[in-house]
Nanobody, 117 residues
Framework: VQLQASGGGLVQPGGSLRLSCAAS????????LGWHRQAPGKQRELVAE???????NYADSVKGRFTISRDNAKSTMYLQLNSLKPEDTAVYYC????????????WGQGTQVTVSS
């Protein structure tokens, strides 16, 4: 399985971006899809998650600003980033994981988001 993340870039504070993650297989089969990020000198953290059933979960730092979604027909997951702040600057990675029939996880290659004036 390959995950291809795209959509990162340089944006001013308060701006918006939409990240995409295209999968080489139908994403419906994955238990969960999510976006993680890693800023320089910090650990990678889960930003947002969406389950096969459509339930979502967000880190407190992005609630109300970021929205995760999925398009099963296009085998693509998205992360809409609004009201961006300098502290959102990081490399964003997409991930797919689940536990049936056994544990699995796949990572995308990452896309850089830089929020700066």
């Amino acid at each position: 399985v390959q995950l291809q993340a795209s959509g990162g870039g340089l944006v001013q504070p308060g701006g918006s971006l939409r990240l995409s993650c295209a999968a080489s297989e139908n994403i419906f089969r994955f238990g969960s899809l999510g976006w993680h990020r890693q800023a320089p000198g910090k650990q990678r953290e889960l930003v947002a998650e969406i389950t096969r059933g459509g339930s979502t979960n967000y880190a407190d730092s992005v609630k109300g600003r970021f929205t995760i979604s999925r398009d099963n027909a296009k085998s693509t997951m998205y992360l809409q980033l609004n009201s961006l702040k300098p502290e959102d600057t990081a490399v964003y990675y997409c991930r797919a994981w689940g536990s049936y029939p056994q544990w699995y996880e796949y990572w995308g290659q990452g896309t850089q988001v830089t929020v700066s004036s």
